[in-house]
């Protein structure tokens, strides 16, 4: 599931580029809560629930939508960024 770089340069790997919406997501929630090895980082959180809900799962898109209510606009956007930056590496 995870490969290449951090993501943001901490934590953990980047996920693969197959990696299935569950996987996404599970990955989403460790940087949500900071548990199994991941900081806690909302940016990168979102970007992985924006990626897991391009990939089905329905549960990221509402996860995805509460953090994005806690985060500041910008914070936001950089997460959204990073997504489409994830994809082109593809």
Not at 18 to 47: C, I, K, N, W
Not at 52 to 67: N, P
């Amino acid at each position: 599931m995870l490969h290449g770089m951090d993501i943001a340069n901490q934590g953990l790997p980047l996920p693969k580029p197959d990696a299935s919406g569950d996987e996404l997501f599970r990955l989403g929630l460790l940087y949500s809560t900071g548990q199994g090895g991941a900081p806690l980082d909302y940016v990168s959180a979102h970007m992985l629930f924006n990626l897991a809900a391009m990939r089905g799962s329905v549960e990221a898109k509402i996860y995805r939508r509460e953090l994005a209510d806690e985060m500041a606009t910008e914070d936001v956007a950089e997460a959204q960024r990073q997504a489409r930056e994830w994809l082109a590496r593809g």
